[in-house]
C-alpha cells in the first residue's frame, strides 16, 4: 500500500550563489523538477516568449506528439543512433525517463552556444541534473515546485495521458524527486507559466557573464 502522506512542498527560494560559481558567473542553467511540474510548458514558454535565451534541443527515443518539430522541441532518433551518440562520448548527460525512454542534451549544443557567449538553458529530469552537477558544477540549478501536492496530482492525473498504475508510479517518484529539493540552488513555484517563467529568465540574467 503506498504511503498516502502528502509529501513536504518546497518554498520559493531565491538564489544562493555557490563556491564553484565565483569567479566563473554560470552560463548554464539547469531547470529540474517533478513529474507534471510543467518543465516542458514553462521551457515553451520561453521558447516563445525569450529568443535571447538558448534551449538546449535534446535528443529522445520516445515519438513526436502532434505539433513538435524535429531539431526544435527535440531530435528524435532511434534507440541504436541514442545508445551510438552515448557511446561516442557525445552526450553532456543523459537518463532514462519513467522507466521507458532515453533523453539526453547533445555536449556539441552547450558547447556552441557557451563559445558564442550565450547563456543555455537545460530542461532536464533529476537524474540528468545530478549528472551535470558532477561535470558543470558551476551552472545554476533551479527546481521548479508545483504549487501544492494537490495541484501536481490534479495536473498529473488531469492531463490523462498515462493509466491509473502509472499515475501512481510517477506520484511516488515525485516525492523522491521533490526531496531532493535541497540539492538546487534556487527554487521558483510553478503557479502560473508567465510568472514562473519570468522569475527562470531573472535567475538567467542574474548568472549571465557580464561583457
Ligand atoms: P516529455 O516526454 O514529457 O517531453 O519529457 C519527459 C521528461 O524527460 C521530462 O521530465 C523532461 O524534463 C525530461 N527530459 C527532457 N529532455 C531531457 C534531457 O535531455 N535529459 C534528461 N535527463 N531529461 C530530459
Known amino acids: 500500500m503506498p504511503d498516502q502522506t502528502p509529501p513536504v512542498i518546497p518554498e520559493p527560494r531565491d538564489l544562493t550563489l555557490r563556491p564553484e560559481h565565483t569567479g566563473t558567473r554560470p552560463a548554464v542553467t539547469v531547470l529540474a523538477g517533478p513529474t507534471a511540474v510543467g518543465k516542458g510548458t514553462v521551457s515553451q ?23 513538435e518539430i524535429d531539431g526544435v522541441h527535440y531530435s528524435f532518433v532511434s534507440h541504436q543512433q541514442f545508445d551510438e551518440l552515448v557511446k561516442q562520448g557525445k552526450m553532456l548527460e543523459w537518463a532514462q525517463v519513467h522507466g521507458q525512454n532515453k533523453y539526453g542534451t547533445p555536449r556539441s549544443m552547450v558547447e556552441n552556444a557557451l563559445a558564442k557567449g550565450r547563456h543555455v538553458l537545460l530542461e532536464i529530469d533529476l537524474q540528468g ?48 524527486e521533490l526531496a531532493a529539493e535541497p540539492e538546487f540552488d534556487a527554487v521558483i513555484v510553478n503557479d502560473t507559466v508567465g510568472q514562473a517563467s519570468a522569475r527562470l529568465v531573472e535567475v538567467m540574467q542574474l548568472t549571465t557573464p557580464q561583457q
Open 129 to 176: 541534473a545530478r549528472q551535470v552537477r558532477q561535470t558543470l558544477p558551476e551552472a545554476t540549478f533551479v527546481f521548479l515546485a508545483p504549487p501544492s501536492w494537490e495541484e501536481l496530482v490534479r495536473r498529473l492525473t488531469g492531463r490523462g495521458t498515462e493509466s491509473p498504475e502509472e499515475q501512481q508510479r510517477r506520484l511516488e517518484t515525485a516525492k523522491l
Open 45 to 67: 514558454y520561453i521558447r516563445e516568449h525569450y529568443p535571447q535565451v538558448c534551449l538546449s534541443v535534446s535528443a529522445t527515443t520516445r515519438e513526436p506528439r502532434p505539433g
